[in-house]
């Protein structure tokens, strides 16, 4: 079993890295590297171009076609915890599993085991591709910092590459900063699904419709982080487990599946989601 994690690619408050127990060979990793950091405009920004650097390199060095997102708020998988990726620590972490055709090991097929059961993958089918992910997930990077457009789609400029970055510091423009601070976020939509798993299954979504991961701006970001927050603090829920399918799976939109947890949960709903039909190739 791995005891360290293998760090692919570091960006200015992210990194890409290898979990310490990786389940497949797709299986990212985007986890903050200072737990201090807020999330703000600017960090919420380099998630995305982690996340987008991540997926275009797994498509580039294994073929996946597809990629699913999971991770915790105000949660840490417990005993078993099927249906979650174990948690490492309380580091904000987030799992990027990518899919193939002929991929040897599901996600699925590793998470609805008992965590003490499941199998890593081995260090040498991981040594095969590393190298290869470095690689691409440098060059996806930089051509994202270099394809940046002067304003992201919701009219905020973005100012997120590292000479926008210097330059934004370099003149002190604390006008803009505190004008985009007061700015209302984005809206986004919140609804039970048709099968949910469980009693507190929240979907959301930005209102502005979205095709994939990668088109969400980082104050969509923001605003399903705040949205998440509130269903975090409902009276019956501890935190919350959450996934992102592809939306290759979902029919071409972008849903964020909210799972309410406690440690004194009768049901996983995590188990729940995991047999949905709605929800299941997503990681089968």
């Known amino acids: 079993m791995q005891l360290s994690r ?12 290898r979990p310490r127990t990786p389940l497949t060979s797709g299986h990212l990793m985007i986890r903050l590297s200072n737990p201090a950091t807020a ?14 650097a991540a997926r275009r390199a797994l498509a580039d060095v294994l073929g996946a076609d597809t990629c699913t997102l999971l991770f915790a708020h105000r949660w840490h998988a417990l005993g078993a915890a099927i249906g979650e990726p174990a948690a490492e620590s309380s580091t904000p972490t987030f799992h990027l599993f990518g899919r193939w055709d002929g991929e040897p ?3 699925a097929g590793q998470l609805s085991l008992p965590a003490q059961r499941r199998k890593p993958a081995p260090d040498r089918e991981l040594d095969k591709y590393d190298a290869g992910l470095r690689a691409a997930l440098l ?5 994202a910092v270099d394809e940046a457009p002067d304003a992201t789609v919701d009219g905020t400029p973005d100012r997120t590459g590292p ?6 510091v370099a003149e002190g423009d604390q006008e803009e900063a505190a004008r985009e601070q007061d700015a209302p976020l984005p809206a986004i939509r919140a609804w039970t699904p048709p099968f949910p798993a469980g009693s507190d299954h929240t979907v959301l979504a930005p209102e502005r419709p979205i095709g994939s991961v990668e088109e ?20 019956a829920v501890t935190g919350l487990s959450c996934l992102v399918p592809d939306t290759a799976v979902t029919g071409g939109r972008l849903e964020l599946h909210a799972l309410g947890r406690s440690a004194g949960e009768a049901v996983n709903p995590f188990e729940m989601l995991l047999q949905s039909p709605e929800i299941s190739h997503a990681l089968l």
């Open 163 to 168: 000479e926008a970055d210097a330059k934004t």
């Open 39 to 52: 999330l703000d405009h600017r960090s919420a920004a380099d998630w995305l171009r982690c996340h987008n």
């Open 105 to 107: 090991v599901t996600p």
């Open 139 to 143: 060059t996806a990077a930089a051509a």
């Open 6 to 17: 293998r760090l692919l690619f570091g960006s200015a408050v992210w990194e890409v890295t």
């Open 216 to 235: 969400v701006t980082p104050r969509e970001l923001l605003a399903l982080a705040a949205a998440l927050e509130a269903l975090s603090l409902r009276q």
